[in-house]
């Protein structure tokens, strides 16, 4: 009988080691391993070429930033970066330069300086 319960007691316990090291894994698995590169996106609002340029091109002067490519129809910037990439610091950048987006408020001051053409709160259309 105490080796049946030597046994029943080792099975346990080789379990629970297994389903703790599973769920350690998973856990640190969630974010990008040093090193290893992440995709994020997020809206952000322009009207043309010109913004889709300014956009990218503010994201890409962000540090960990690899990539960027933003849809004019959909208003989705991709970014493709390092794990030191973070996509609030593009959004700060991103506001600055005059654009919103659902992570920041464009600057006013920035927004001033776009062109008529990029002044997407006055109506105008995508083009």
Request: aromatic content about 8%; hydrophobic content about 35%.
């Amino acid at each position: 009988m105490q080796s049946f319960n030597n046994s029943v007691y080792s099975f346990f316990l080789c379990t629970f080691m297994v389903l703790g090291i599973s769920f350690s894994t998973t856990a640190q698995s969630s974010k990008p391993a040093k090193g290893m590169e992440q995709t994020v996106s997020f809206k952000v609002t322009g009207t043309c070429g010109n913004c889709k340029e300014r956009i990218e091109s503010a994201a890409l002067d962000v540090k960990g930033v690899k990539k960027a490519e933003w849809d004019i129809q959909t208003d989705m910037l991709v970014l493709v970066g390092s794990s030191k990439m973070d996509k609030q610091k593009v959004a700060n950048a991103l506001a600055k330069a005059g654009h919103k987006s659902e992570l920041a408020a464009a600057d006013p001051k920035g927004y001033a300086k776009l062109p008529g053409c990029c002044q997407y709160d006055s109506g105008i259309e995508k083009h």
